[in-house]
């Protein structure tokens, strides 16, 4: 799915719009327009979406359906085919941001998590999935479990598939992951809450 995202005041979203720090190394754009269009349908979608500190993900704020088509009306049988969570989940990656470098570093460079993922929907390279499945994974289990959690969680993916597939782990050893990294205070700010209805 292509989607163009955006800022509230429609300008690119770069690692400088990303001024919401989440967990201890990631940052994100605190609110995005994004907008795709289904041509199949006939309609054009753009979504507002915020992040809501209390609840640690991204919320649909607003949503403006548009017929791209003269013979298509937006009515309620057209709006339900339209995919309002997929579209944050595909522009959420572009959103969330960090640095593999100092962050206080004013020359550090920033990475989306979409600059980061790979055609093959993986964000570690194999070697650093290796290294982090090592026994004793240590600092770099718990920044990849941060960067794994929260680019999931924010864009309301279940978090615990997210470190499975990229990792190569059981449910259990992902699940206890997580308890770790929070406890370590590395997933602050962020929450997925599992059984939460798409879009809810």
């Known amino acids: 799915m292509k989607v163009d995202v955006k800022t509230l005041e429609g300008n690119e979203v770069t690692w400088r719009t990303a001024t919401q720090p989440v967990g201890s190394a ?17 309609v054009q979608t753009s979504v507002t979406v915020h992040y809501v500190p209390n609840e640690g993900r991204y919320v649909i ?7 791209i088509r003269d013979d298509v009306e937006v009515n309620y049988p057209t709006v339900a085919k339209v995919g309002m969570q997929a579209i944050v989940q595909a522009a959420a990656v572009r959103c969330i941001f960090l640095t593999l470098e100092d962050e206080g ?6 990475l989306s998590v979409d600059e980061l993922t790979t055609a093959e929907g993986r964000i570690l390279p194999p070697l650093v999935a290796a290294e982090v499945t090592k026994r004793g ?36 050893t992902a699940s206890q992951w997580i308890i770790d990294a929070r406890k370590a205070g590395r997933l602050d700010g962020m929450n997925y809450n599992a059984g939460r209805p798409a879009g809810a």
């Open 137 to 172: 994974g240590g600092a770099l289990r718990m920044e990849v479990v941060e960067l794994l959690y929260g680019s999931a969680a924010l864009a309301g993916l279940p978090p615990a598939k997210r470190i499975q597939h990229e990792l190569g782990i059981p449910h259990r």
């Open 26 to 42: 990631l940052r994100i754009a605190p609110a995005f327009v994004a907008t795709t269009v289904d041509a199949e349908l006939g």
């Open 61 to 67: 704020k607003g949503v403006t359906n548009t017929a």
């Open 105 to 110: 570093d004013p020359k550090a460079g920033w």
